[in-house]
């Protein structure tokens, strides 16, 4: 070998012993799984981040629908109806599969939970054989009753002796009504905190007896009743230490062709007033005491609805209950409510025409809210546009307020509403 040939070969030699190429090569081949995995974990994980906001608000909307409705037989479907409004179909282009949609519901303690989980085909993680990942979503909420008091304004008539149009009782009707809005209210509890319900029972007055202290005739023989006082005194929470009450001594009536009614005072009802009153079993027996007899006088229903709620009548105890009751209108968390329903229109039987009672209804209504008293108003088998039907319309603090019940399945499911309405939802998890 020449000496030229042999030069050339050894630089030959030592430039490949320096060539490093094929090494690079060798790692780089090595390395490309485990970057392409990184680069997938963070691609495909961020996409399921993304998924798993989703359906976590998705979840929340839901829960929140099933509490609002956990007494109604169609809760589970809105639970359902409002998870796929907030998780639609093709979201980000993933395909969820398996989807789970479970309820468990709680309705002694209020709660329902509604949990998800979503099965995402990943993209870049199918390198290293992780085809799906896995996010899941939980929310609980639970019921929990504002701070409040309730009066119930509830005509109790002769109208509510007879029967709607579908043939259902229209007194049993109230009673069953009445009794599904404390189901929702207390649940299965006896008493909740911070929450009284009063109940005014009306015709064309309002039984307050046994309190006579508030007569100017203490000693009289009455049924429980009192007359109108003289000007605004009687359309707003004047105490009656301020102007006591007349006994009321309209004499008995006599229509002329029922001797049953000249046997009694006719527009007292038998039922005496429910002031606020914390024991759920105590409402419920009142409600069951409910006896259909009279006359129409919303406006003296409205305004002892009124003064149950006063917390002018709170000095002195003038209701005879708890004397720490009515509390004041600012009271912090707590909220005042007035539930008013009738079947008729004002039919007064001691000389004051309908129309003046109907002022005094809508003056009563306007001066409660003014006094910041949430009021609800409800008519019952009562032609939506009549006189009675729009003074309630106006009467409720709004429109959304107001229902109109044709028959005693509609009386209910306005109570349900309102029910409802006064229950507060807040996520406990």
Same mark, same amino acid.
């Given at each position: 070998?020449?000496?030229?040939?042999?030069?050339?070969?050894?630089?030959?030699?030592?430039?490949?012993?320096?060539?490093?190429?094929?090494?690079?090569?060798?790692?780089?081949?090595?390395?490309?799984?485990?970057?392409?995995?990184?680069?997938?974990?963070?691609?495909?994980?961020?996409?399921?981040?993304?998924?798993?906001?989703?359906?976590? /608000?998705?979840?929340?909307?839901?829960?929140?629908?099933?509490?609002?409705?956990?007494?109604?037989?169609?809760?589970?479907?809105?639970? /359902?109806?409002?998870?796929?409004? #907030?998780?639609?179909?093709?979201?980000?282009?993933?395909?969820?599969?398996?989807?789970?949609?479970?309820?468990?519901?709680?309705?002694?303690?209020?709660?329902?939970?509604?949990?998800?989980?979503?099965?995402?085909?990943?993209?870049?993680?199918?390198?290293?054989?992780?085809?799906?990942?896995?996010?899941?979503?939980?929310?609980?909420?639970?019921?929990?009753?504002?701070?409040?008091?309730?009066?119930?304004?509830?005509?109790?008539?002769?109208?509510?002796?007879?029967?709607?149009?579908?043939? #259902?009782?229209?007194?049993?009707?109230?009673?069953?009504?009445?009794?599904?809005?404390?189901?929702?209210?207390?649940?299965?509890?006896?008493?909740?905190?911070?929450?009284?319900?009063?109940?005014?029972?009306?015709?064309?007055?309002?039984?307050?007896?046994?309190?006579?202290?508030?007569?100017?005739?203490?000693?009289?023989?009455?049924?429980?009743?009192?007359?109108?006082?003289?000007?605004?005194?009687?359309?707003?929470?004047?105490?009656?230490?301020? /102007?006591?009450?007349?006994?009321?001594? #309209?004499?008995?009536?006599?229509?002329?062709?029922? /001797?049953?009614?000249?046997?009694?005072?006719?527009?007292?009802?038998?039922?005496?007033?429910?002031?606020?009153?914390?024991?759920?079993?105590?409402?419920?027996?009142?409600?069951?005491?409910?006896?259909?007899?009279?006359?129409?006088?919303?406006?003296?229903?409205?305004?002892?609805?009124?003064?149950?709620?006063?917390?002018?009548?709170?000095?002195?105890?003038?209701?005879?209950?708890?004397?720490?009751?009515?509390?004041?209108?600012?009271?912090?968390?707590?909220?005042?409510?007035?539930?008013?329903?009738?079947?008729?229109?004002?039919?007064?039987?001691?000389?004051?025409?309908?129309?003046?009672?109907?002022?005094?209804?809508?003056?009563?209504?306007?001066?409660?809210?003014?006094?910041?008293?949430?009021?609800?108003?409800?008519?019952?088998?009562?032609?939506?546009?009549?006189?009675?039907?729009?003074?309630?319309?106006?009467?409720?603090?709004?429109?959304?307020?107001?229902?109109?019940?044709?028959?005693?399945?509609?009386?209910?499911?306005?109570?349900?509403?309102?029910?409802?309405?006064?229950? #507060?939802?807040?996520?406990?998890?």
């Amino acid at each position: 070998m020449s000496h030229s040939i042999w030069t050339s070969l050894k630089g030959r030699l030592r430039a490949f012993k320096k060539d490093t190429r094929g090494a690079i090569a060798v790692l780089l081949a090595v390395a490309i799984v485990p970057l392409v995995a990184i680069l997938g974990l963070a691609t495909d994980a961020a996409r399921g981040y993304m998924v798993k906001a989703r359906l976590s /608000q998705a979840i929340d909307a839901a829960a929140l629908a099933g509490g609002r409705e956990i007494f109604e037989s169609y809760r589970d479907a809105d639970i /359902q109806k409002y998870f796929d409004a #907030n998780f639609p179909t093709g979201y980000m282009g993933v395909e969820v599969t398996d989807l789970v949609l479970t309820k468990v519901t709680d309705e002694v303690e209020g709660t329902v939970t509604v949990t998800a989980t979503a099965t995402v085909d990943t993209t870049f993680l199918r390198v290293i054989k992780v085809d799906t990942v896995q996010v899941s979503a939980r929310a609980v909420v639970q019921r929990a009753v504002r701070g409040m008091e309730l009066v119930l304004v509830l005509d109790v008539t002769g109208s509510m002796n007879q029967n709607d149009d579908d043939g #259902n009782h229209k007194m049993t009707s109230l009673k069953t009504a009445a009794h599904t809005l404390l189901d929702i209210l207390f649940g299965e509890n006896e008493t909740v905190d911070d929450f009284w319900v009063g109940i005014v029972p009306f015709a064309n007055r309002v039984n307050v007896n046994p309190h006579n202290a508030w007569l100017t005739d203490p000693s009289a023989t009455w049924y429980g009743c009192t007359e109108l006082r003289s000007g605004t005194a009687d359309e707003d929470d004047t105490t009656p230490g301020s /102007q006591p009450f007349d006994v009321y001594t #309209n004499p008995l009536y006599d229509s002329g062709s029922s /001797q049953y009614w000249k046997t009694i005072d006719f527009g007292c009802p038998t039922m005496a007033t429910l002031p606020l009153t914390a024991e759920k079993t105590t409402i419920d027996a009142k409600i069951d005491e409910l006896l259909p007899l009279g006359g129409t006088r919303t406006d003296v229903g409205m305004v002892w609805g009124w003064r149950v709620l006063s917390p002018l009548w709170r000095p002195g105890n003038l209701w005879g209950y708890d004397a720490t009751l009515p509390l004041d209108y600012d009271t912090p968390l707590m909220e005042k409510v007035a539930i008013i329903m009738s079947d008729g229109k004002n039919e007064p039987i001691d000389g004051t025409s309908a129309t003046t009672a109907n002022n005094r209804l809508a003056a009563v209504c306007t001066a409660m809210k003014t006094a910041g008293i949430t009021v609800y108003t409800i008519t019952f088998d009562v032609a939506v546009g009549s006189t009675i039907d729009n003074l309630f319309a106006a009467c409720a603090s709004d429109a959304s307020h107001h229902f109109n019940s044709t028959t005693g399945t509609d009386l209910e499911a306005a109570f349900n509403v309102i029910g409802a309405e006064l229950s #507060n939802l807040r996520l406990a998890e």
